[in-house]
């Protein structure tokens, strides 16, 4: 099936990349190649199949595996059997500044990434993306219930006024009640006076992960880790201008709405939230 639609394509598109694509070698379509005769019906219908697998992936930003396109394909009334892979993700370090001595919270959270209801539990913290310009800094607070990107700002400098507006934009957007948990590392820009104070004008339950514990907060490094390996490593930013148009429209047009997560049973963010009203 899979080499009978790259035969099929061969003038379109470059064989290497179907083959990538499709999780053949190159070699062995070349030796099927040979052997392949007049296309049959069941050929055609598989060809059909594999352009629509191709067109997902591509719409997709190339970044769905044969898992996410099967969720596609059975909302559309299709089954198959095409093996995908997305391109490979890159792990990053990401350093907290933990040196203060300003108050810590406990780990209220405790690990439990579940939630029954939007606005009841978020997680919140600061990632870094290179550019050529300099660093650029990606503060994001993250709705456990949903996966939702619920606020988000960026700017050159990683300081409280980032995470402060990151929340600000969670507040606007969310009118949480009372008694939500929101839950960061323990770094100097979370454990800022004015930070906390933000928190309690909405009465906001602050919890904090251990020293040095990354487990603490993995949701957040799980997101960090999708957002790298599906943006930001897939492109070399000359600028932070560049940097921000690409990470806005994968948070606001593709990853809260569009990308399936298995985890909500390959439902995007919002379409979870709507569902669950």
Known sequence: MKYQFIAAHQQEYPVKTMCRVLEVAVSGFYARLRRLGAPSRRSRENTGLGERIVR???????VYGSPRIHAVLRAEG???EHGLSAKPRRHRTRTTDSQHEQPVAPNLLNREFTATAPNTKWV?????????????????????????????????????????QAARMALARRHPE????????RGSQYTAADYRELLAQYGIVVSMSGKGDCYDNALMESFFGTLKSECVDRQSFQSRAQARQAIFEYLE???NRQRLHSSLGYLSPVTYEQLAK
């Open 253 to 255: 047009a593709f990853y």
């Open 178 to 185: 009372p008694g939500l948990l929101h839950h960061s590392d």
């Open 78 to 80: 299709e089954h198959c």
């Open 56 to 62: 997902i992936y591509q719409a997709n930003r190339q």
């Open 124 to 164: 919140a913290d600061i990632t870094a993306i290179w550019t050529m310009e300099g660093w650029l800094y990606l503060a994001v607070v993250l709705d456990i219930f949903s996966r939702l990107v619920v606020g988000w700002a960026m700017d050159a400098h990683r300081d409280e006024v980032l995470v402060e």
